[in-house]
């Protein structure tokens, strides 16, 4: 199991989950976050400090927002496991679902 980020990070990229994070599993597109599933140790520590509340357990992604759950394994398929996303820096792409979406409203 592990977490989630879904459509409130696209084109926000807040990154205080990031900073929360223990093991550096939290991964930077071109327009969100993403968790790699084989990383994340559950802790949760990203959760509570989404402003957005972008980040969910596996099995609490609200429904309109569950394929961001293959969103965000598929993001790794060509990456495998990097061992960490600050050596990686940003990864100038995105899965095709949210390289797909429009402009996201990031006024709050």
């Keep these: ?5 879904a459509q409130p990070c696209v084109d ?3 990154r205080a989950c990031v900073d929360e994070c223990p093991v550096d599993c939290i991964y930077e597109g ?14 949760g520590a990203c959760e509570p400090v989404c402003p ?21 394994v598929e993001f790794f398929d060509d990456l495998g496991s990097p061992g960490g996303a600050s050596k990686t820096g940003v990864i100038n792409k995105d899965h095709p679902l949210i390289a797909a979406l429009p402009p996201q409203n990031t006024e709050g």
Excluded: G, S
Excluded at 1 to 5: D, E, L, Q, S
Excluded at 52 to 72: G, M, S
């Design 30 to 43: 071109a327009r969100m976050l993403y968790i790699h599933p084989d990383e994340c140790v559950d802790c």
């Design 12 to 14: 926000l990229k807040d």
């Design 52 to 72: 957005v509340e972008a980040i969910f357990y596996e099995d609490d992604v609200p429904e309109q927002w569950k394929d961001y759950y293959t969103a965000n």
């Design 1 to 5: 199991m592990t977490y989630v980020i």
